[in-house]
């Protein structure tokens, strides 16, 4: 017996099958490994080099060297902490306001599309009118309003991300809960929210997967803007949109301060769609079937 037919009497679950579709893309697994190498650098690198807050002013501005591998800014401070100790911060807004919209998001769309009729009407059509506002300007009024703090810019951005997660859910709860499972499920006298939990949602964990990886640079990109226009991360503390602002101010004379913290949030942005556009392939089902 060869490999193909034991492969063939053990049978494939779908998790299975899409893991090995993303085994087969290397694209995707050359962004998880960025993703991750990035993801240890950030949260150990900051331990073991100097501090992002440690200042040298007669040593001032210098390009990289080896005892600055990054160089250093205008107040003698050493830039691979500070953007090691940056990436600490973009990633974690990133995925703690991606998870505030995951919740948000999946939650609300999971409602609309069972409970449906006039409920799903109501409650889409103030999606459509949140869709209207634009984003940052509602982000920046909440920031204004309640004042800027690094807590509450996680919980504004996952606040006006989580709109087209609600859509995804919605159309795929639409789908689903008009299948034999969910109308067994009825049957058998199970109440809204455990059908809702325990059976709607899971069956439309691929999509959200999916849509989670790429909701994720998008944050970034987000908080990076904000922080551009001086409504984001607060000194001393630091982000890559903080650290990419700062720069771009001074680009002309000491290059190395945009170039690097630039390079760090691009490869970023560019392994986490990698591996969404990975993930989305893999989970897809029609790819299953071929």
Not at 46 to 54: H, I, K, M, V
Not at 115 to 130: F, T, W, Y
Not at 159 to 184: C, D, P
Not at 202 to 227: C, H, K
């Amino acid at each position: 017996m060869n490999q193909e037919e034991r492969d063939l009497e053990r049978g494939h679950s779908p998790w299975s099958d899409a893991w090995q579709r993303l085994r087969n893309n290397r694209m995707a697994l050359a962004g998880a490994v960025v993703l991750l190498l990035l993801g240890v650098a950030c949260a150990a690198g900051p331990f073991f080099s100097q501090s992002y807050r440690e200042q040298n002013l007669d040593l001032g501005a210098t390009p990289p060297s080896w005892a600055h591998w990054l160089g250093t800014d205008t107040l003698g401070r050493d830039l691979l902490a500070r953007v090691l100790y940056g990436g600490r911060i973009s990633i974690t807004v990133g995925l703690v306001a991606t998870f505030v919209a995951l919740v948000i998001g999946v939650t609300y769309g999971a409602v609309a599309g069972f409970v449906g009729g006039k409920v799903d009407a109501a409650m889409m059509r103030m999606v459509d009118i949140l869709y209207a506002l634009p984003f940052a300007i509602f982000v920046i009024l909440l920031m204004v309003f309640f004042g800027r703090n690094i807590f509450l810019l996680f919980f504004a951005i996952g606040a006006v991300e989580w709109l087209t997660m609600a859509r995804i859910v919605r159309g795929q709860v639409l789908s689903i809960k008009r299948m034999e499972f969910i109308e067994a499920a009825r049957a058998l006298g199970l109440g809204r929210r455990r059908i809702i939990f325990k059976h709607l949602i899971p069956n439309a964990i691929g999509p959200i997967i999916v849509y989670t990886t790429l909701t994720i640079p998008s944050v970034m990109m987000l908080e990076a803007f904000l922080s551009f226009l001086g409504l984001g991360v607060q000194l001393p503390m630091s982000s890559w949109g903080v650290l990419i602002n700062d720069g771009s101010e001074r680009m002309e004379e000491y290059w190395w301060l945009l170039v690097f913290p630039g390079a760090a949030f691009s490869v970023t942005l560019f392994s986490l769609n990698f591996l969404g556009d990975g993930l989305r392939d893999a989970l897809d089902v029609r790819a299953s079937k071929d």
